[in-house]
């Protein structure tokens, strides 16, 4: 069966420094990846999606950045965190190919706080 | 982008009381989710539901997609059923990956 893995579950980071949150698929080839943000309590926001290795849409300009150097590795990073960058962040995965109607499965998450 | 809608935002009920939860879209979908995010935060999958109607023990989900909404059924609420529910839809347009989540209906199950 299909599992997803995501790490670190909690960081706290200072403002300015590095970030990097990983996912692991296991169970499944070449499937789609995502990672999402959830702030403040409710309402999820993707951040990024990607078909295949290398390719990485963003959906939203922002302060992060993903790559997906591995065909089941998704990593999202930051240079440098700013305060709004806190919230909850949740990898997901769906079966690959360009057809969106998939149910879509989602990690552990990683709670940031940027201090 | 597409719209969705969650009724009603907040909800108590008493331990055996049974619930409904709406779900309304703004446009053609051709992926409906619905979610159970528990206290650590996970999202657990209830039911991938783009259209007609599915059970899987006290929770049932109805969609009418031609009149773009959905309702989640909870009979006999539990405790463990507390938590937030949240829908989420792909719009059917050509090349949209994106989920788009509803804002979430928090559901309380006191005993």
């Known amino acids: 069966s299909q599992t997803i893995h995501q790490w670190p579950a909690t960081l706290v980071q200072p403002v300015g420094s590095p970030l990097s949150l990983e996912c692991t698929v296991e169970g499944t080839s070449n499937p789609n990846l995502y990672w999402y943000r959830q702030a403040a309590g409710r309402g999820l926001q993707l951040l990024f999606y990607?078909?295949?290795?290398?390719?990485i849409s963003s959906e939203v300009p922002q302060n992060l950045s993903a790559s997906r150097p591995q065909d089941r590795q998704f990593i999202l990073s930051s240079k440098k965190l700013l305060l709004s960058d806190s919230g909850f962040y949740l990898c997901a995965w769906s079966v690959g190919g360009s057809y969106s109607g998939n149910t879509i499965y989602f990690g552990e998450g990683s709670w940031l706080t940027v201090v | 982008g597409i719209q969705v809608e969650q009724s009603p935002p907040d909800l108590i009920l008493q331990e055996g009381a049974n619930s409904t939860l709406r779900c309304n879209f703004s446009?053609?979908?051709?992926?409906l989710q619905w979610f159970h995010q528990n206290p650590w935060g996970q999202l657990i999958n209830l039911f991938y539901i783009p259209s007609g109607t599915k059970q899987n023990g006290r929770l049932s989900a109805t969609t009418v997609a031609t009149e773009r909404y959905s309702l989640l059924y909870i009979s006999s609420s539990q405790t463990t059923d507390s938590g937030v529910y949240f829908c989420a839809v792909t719009y059917s347009g050509a090349g949209s990956y994106q989920l788009t989540f509803g804002k979430g209906t928090k559901l309380s199950v006191i005993p």
């Open positions: 990607s078909v295949g290795i290398g390719q």
């Open positions: 446009d053609s979908v051709n992926n």
